[in-house]
Structure formats: C-alpha cells, structure tokens
T-cell receptor, first 112, second 111 residues
Framework: GQQVMQIPQYQHVQEGEDFTTYCNSS?????IQWYKQRPGGHPVFLIQ?????EVKKQKRLTFQFGEAKKNSSLHITATQTTDVGTYFC????????????FGSGTQLTVLP | NAGVMQNPRHLVRRRGQEARLRCSPM?????VYWYRQLPEEGLKFMVY????????ESGMPKERFSAEFPKEGPSILRIQQVVRGDSAAYFC?????????FGPGTRLTVT
C-alpha cells in the first residue's frame, strides 16, 4: 500500500532560524496537502499542491511539490514561537477517491 | 457555521467495556473519515464513510472495531471490549472540495 514518509521526526530551532520538513511518497500522488496540529489540538488544513513542480507561499511558509509528484517540502523562514506544532503532509494517490495517507509528522519546537 | 463536532471530548473506560465515539460532520458534508493518533505519532487512517455506506475500512482492526454513518444522526465509531492499547486520540474529519476538516478529537483512556 501507499506509504508517506516524513523527516525529520523532531526539530528544535532557535526563534528566527529557518525550518524545513520533507515528505516522500512511495507512489505518485495526484495532490499533496499540508496540515498543522498545535499541541493538544487537532490538525488544521494549510494548503494543497496539485501540479508538478508547484510552489506556493503563505507569508513565511513556502510549500513545494516535486517534479515527479512523489515528494514535497515545507519551509518556514524566520520561525516564531507561534509556529510551534506538528506539521503533517498528506498525499492522495493517483486514482484514489478521497482518502489521504498522512505522513508521521514533524514536531517543531521553537526556542525563544 | 459549526465545524466538525465530536463527543465526548474525553472518555475513560475500563478494560472490557465498550466505547462509543460520535462525530457530526460540517453542514453539507456527507463524507466522514476516522483516524487514530497515538501519543507522539501520526494519524492512522481507520475508515471512510458516506451516509449509510462504508467506502473504505482498510485501516480498521478486524475485531472489536466498527463504524457507521446512518442516514440521520452522527457517525459512530464503536470499540467493543476495549484494551489498554486502544488508548489514543480518535479524530474524525469531513471533507470539503478537497481538504479535510478535523473535529477536536476524543481522547480515550482505558484503565
């Protein structure tokens, strides 16, 4: 079955430093989504990428979808304490209905 | 416009009891997904339902677990004869055009 791997599992950064999490799928994806889960909270949708090589930005967050549509990354510039949480990628396999396969997440800690 | 609702938010059960978790999707959504999350881990897909229909239950354990989404009322995830390993956060989500909206989750503790 489809597997989605995410690295690193944990990342501690000093406030102001950059942060990147990487996501790799065992199969080609029709699209990939990113979610953020604050400690004690529930996942919240951030963005969806659909096209090969697509890059989208949301303020300090930059999302990329690989050319082969099997990998993705999320980069945060100049982290803030409000960025603390776990970031999940979630991929939908080509031909799949609506199911998403979630990566294991990267837990970001931002030290003030 | 209410979001996805789950209840109870916290549930404590003794080993061998039954747990019933409820999920009401966002208004207008007819697709519901259930996920399990262990501490410090990711979201594990369990089951995908439409009204009165199970679309994909490939992530559900074969025994003790069942799910339904009746024509009227919330979706129910039922765990019979709970064991300590069932302790986890259970999230449901309903889907919009493409993204999933998650409920606040039910934290199940089995003592």
């Amino acid at each position: 079955g489809q597997q989605v791997m995410q690295i690193p599992q944990y990342q501690h950064v000093q406030e102001g430093e950059d942060f990147t999490t990487y996501c790799n799928s065992s199969t080609t994806l029709s699209n990939i989504q990113w979610y953020k889960q604050r400690p004690g909270g529930h996942p919240v949708f951030l963005i969806q990428l659909v096209k090969s090589g697509e890059v989208k930005k949301q303020k300090r967050l930059t999302f990329q979808f690989g050319e082969a549509k099997k990998n993705s990354s999320l980069h945060i510039t100049a982290t803030q304490t409000t960025d603390v949480g776990t970031y999940f990628c979630a991929g939908r396999a080509e031909g799949s209905a609506r199911q998403l396969t979630f990566g294991s997440g990267t837990q970001l800690t931002v030290l003030p | 416009n209410a979001g996805v609702m789950q209840n109870p938010r916290h549930l404590v059960r003794r080993r061998g009891q039954e747990a019933r978790l409820r999920c009401s999707p966002m208004k207008g959504h007819s697709h519901v997904y259930w996920y399990r999350q262990l501490p410090e881990e990711g979201l594990k897909f369990m089951v995908y339902l439409q009204k009165e229909n199970i679309i994909d239950e490939s992530g559900m354990p074969k025994e003790r677990f069942s799910a339904e989404f009746p024509k009227e009322g919330p979706s129910i995830l039922r765990i019979q004869q709970v064991v300590r390993g069932d302790s986890a956060a259970y999230f449901c989500a309903s889907s919009g055009e493409y993204e999933q909206y998650f409920g606040p989750g039910t934290r199940l503790t089995v003592t």
